[in-house]
């Protein structure tokens, strides 16, 4: 992971206090989930981004099977 850097954030009241109430690590929990939502929409991006490729390669496989599939083993 990088560095960190402080930030400030709005938070709704009563979701921040049932946090604290429960001991957790806000910074932690705020840093941690929004790295995945980052992960998701970076994945959704690039699908988005490259679906006319992806379709365009499983059409291949579609019509050709997979390259070297003749010598596979299993």
Do not use: M
Request: hydrophobic share 40%.
């Amino acid at each position: 992971h990088a560095g960190k850097r402080p930030t400030n954030l709005s938070l709704s009241i009563d979701v921040l206090e049932a946090a604290k109430a429960l001991d957790l690590n806000i910074s932690q929990v705020c840093d941690t989930y929004l790295r995945e939502l980052v992960r998701q929409e970076q994945e959704r991006r690039w699908r988005q981004e490259h679906a006319d490729f992806v379709s365009a390669y499983n059409a291949t496989i579609e019509a050709e099977g997979l390259p070297l599939d003749e010598w596979r083993s299993f």
